[in-house]
C-alpha cells in the first residue's frame, strides 16, 4: 500500500521509509515562520539559539505600521531578534511588507517537500507548494528554532480531484464554500488537491483553496506539483535550493476520494458565525443589507482578488452608506495593482485601499466592525467578533461577490455585473 503526497514528505523528512496514519513521526524542519504577534510580551520568551538562521523568516504583519503601543513594542523586540541572529529574510514595515503568508507565495520561500511552521492558524497556505505547512503553538515554534525539529501525528488523508474550468462569475472561494458546505469538518485529516483542472489554476487559486484548509480545521492541505509549481519557484526564487517534490503513489491509501466539478460550481456566501455547513447560494441571501465590505487577508488578498474586483466595479460606485476596504496582500501586489491601474478603479469607485496588513480580517485595525453592524467578506472567517464587536453579522463570499454587495450596499450576485 503506497502513501499520500502528506505522508511521503513526513516519512522522508522523518528519516523514515514509510508512515501511516496513527503514528507519530518527528521531522526536520527547514523554515520557520515567525510574524509579529510571536514578539508580543504576553507570549515572548527571551530566545538563546537559533539552530538555523538562514532557515528562518520574520514578516510583521498582524498589525503593520503599529496600531498601538503594544504592537509597536512587539516590532522592536522583532527587529532586535533579527539582528541578534542576523536574520536575512526579514519583512519589516516599508518596501517588503505583507502578510506572513502572502510573502512566503511572493517569495517561493515554501519548497516542495519540505516542512514549514509558523504559529498562525492559516500556514496552511504554503500548501500550494507541494510542502507540509502547519501552524503550531509559540512553544513548538521556540522548539522549532533552536532544535530544527518538530513533531506531528500523521491523519488520514481526503483527496479532491479538481475537473472542469470556473463560470466567470465563480472563482476559487467558491469552490471552497462549495467543499465547507457540502463535507463540512476535515479534523485530523489531510487534505490532498489534484485532478484534471490544475493546468488552468495558478497558484494564486490554489493558495486561497490551501489557505482556507484551516477553515476545514484540516491538519494539512497541499496539492500536487507541476509545471506550474516549477515556473513559479523559478520566477519568484531563482537561486532557491533543490527541491523534492512529491506525488502521491499509485496505490495510497485516502479515507475517501472526492471530485468537484468547477464547472457545477455557483457564486455562494457563508452566512454568520461559521463555515462549515453553512453555505448558501448568493441568491439565497441577496438583498441582505451590509454596512461594511471587505477584500484582503492571505486567502484573498492576491493581485487576481483586486482585479476581480476592479472588473466588477468597472467604473461604477460604492453604495451610500456602505464602506468598501481592500487590503492587498503585500506591496508586491500592492505595486503590481497600481502599476496596472487596478488600484485607481477601485479608489475611483469609492474603495479604501489601505497598505499590506492582516487589518480588518482579525478585527485588529483598519476596518473593525461595531455593534450590530453588517458585514460581507472576502477573507478568512467569519466567527462572531472576529472583525469586532460580537453583535455583528460576518457573511462570507468571494472577492467579485463582495464588490458587487458592494455597488448595491446588499448581498449581490457578481454574475450581472460580468456577464
Known amino acids: 500500500m503506497g502513501m499520500t503526497i502528506i505522508e511521503k514528505i513526513l516519512a522522508r523528512q522523518g528519516s523514515q521509509s514509510v508512515v501511516r496514519p496513527g503514528d507519530l513521526v518527528t521531522v526536520n524542519v527547514d523554515t520557520v515562520v515567525m510574524f509579529d504577534n510571536n514578539f508580543m510580551d504576553s507570549v515572548w520568551r527571551d530566545i538563546l539559539h537559533v539552530a538555523y538562521p538562514e532557515r528562518v523568516v520574520v514578516a510583521f504583519d498582524h498589525r503593520a505600521p503599529a496600531a498601538h503601543i503594544e504592537s509597536a513594542k512587539a516590532h522592536q523586540t522583532g527587529r532586535a531578534f533579527v539582528e541578534k541572529f542576523g536574520i536575512e529574510r526579514f519583512h519589516d514595515v516599508g518596501a517588503k511588507q505583507g502578510i506572513a503568508h502572502v ?82 469538518g476535515h479534523e485530523t485529516m489531510n487534505v490532498e488537491f489534484g485532478g484534471s483542472a490544475l493546468p488552468h489554476l495558478n497558484m494564486n487559486a490554489r493558495r486561497t483553496l490551501t489557505t482556507m484548509g484551516a477553515e476545514l480545521s484540516a491538519e494539512f492541505a497541499t496539492f500536487e506539483p507541476d509545471q506550474t509549481l516549477v515556473d513559479h519557484i523559478g520566477a519568484n526564487n531563482p537561486g532557491h535550493p533543490a527541491y523534492d517534490a512529491q506525488l502521491p503513489d499509485a496505490d495510497a491509501a485516502y479515507a475517501d476520494r472526492r471530485t468537484i466539478n468547477l464547472d457545477g460550481i455557483v457564486p455562494l456566501v457563508a452566512l454568520p458565525d461559521s463555515v462549515l455547513d453553512n453555505s448558501r447560494p448568493v441568491g439565497d441571501v441577496a438583498g441582505t443589507a451590509i454596512d461594511q465590505a471587505f477584500i484582503g487577508s492571505c486567502a484573498n488578498g492576491t493581485i487576481d482578488d483586486l482585479e476581480s474586483a476592479a472588473r466588477v466595479l468597472g467604473g461604477r460606485q460604492v453604495a451610500k452608506g456602505t464602506r468598501l476596504i481592500v487590503t492587498p496582500g503585500s506591496q508586491t501586489i500592492y505595486l503590481q495593482a497600481a502599476q496596472r491601474g487596478i488600484l485607481a478603479a477601485l479608489v475611483e469607485a469609492g474603495a479604501v485601499v489601505t497598505n499590506p496588513t492582516c487589518g480588518a480580517c482579525g478585527g485588529g485595525h483598519l476596518g473593525v466592525l461595531g455593534a450590530g453592524e453588517i458585514c460581507i467578506t472576502a477573507s478568512t472567517r467569519n466567527f462572531k467578533g472576529r472583525m469586532g464587536d460580537p453583535t455583528a453579522k460576518i457573511y462570507m463570499g468571494s472577492p467579485a461577490t463582495v464588490a458587487a454587495s458592494a455597488i448595491k450596499g446588499v448581498i449581490a450576485d457578481p454574475a450581472e455585473f460580468l456577464s
Open 103 to 184: 510573502l512566503v507565495a511572493d517569495h517561493a520561500y515554501a519548497m516542495p517537500g519540505t516542512v514549514l511552521l509558523c504559529s498562525d492558524s492559516h500556514t496552511c497556505s504554503a500548501g500550494a507548494f507541494n510542502c507540509v505547512a502547519r501552524g503550531v503553538g509559540a512553544p513548538d515554534i521556540t522548539y522549532a528554532l533552536t532544535k530544527g525539529e518538530t513533531w506531528f501525528r500523521v491523519g488520514e488523508t481526503v483527496r479532491y480531484d479538481l475537473e472542469g474550468d470556473f463560470n466567470p462569475a465563480v472563482s476559487m472561494k467558491d469552490v471552497f464554500l462549495h467543499i465547507a458546505g457540502t463535507f463540512g
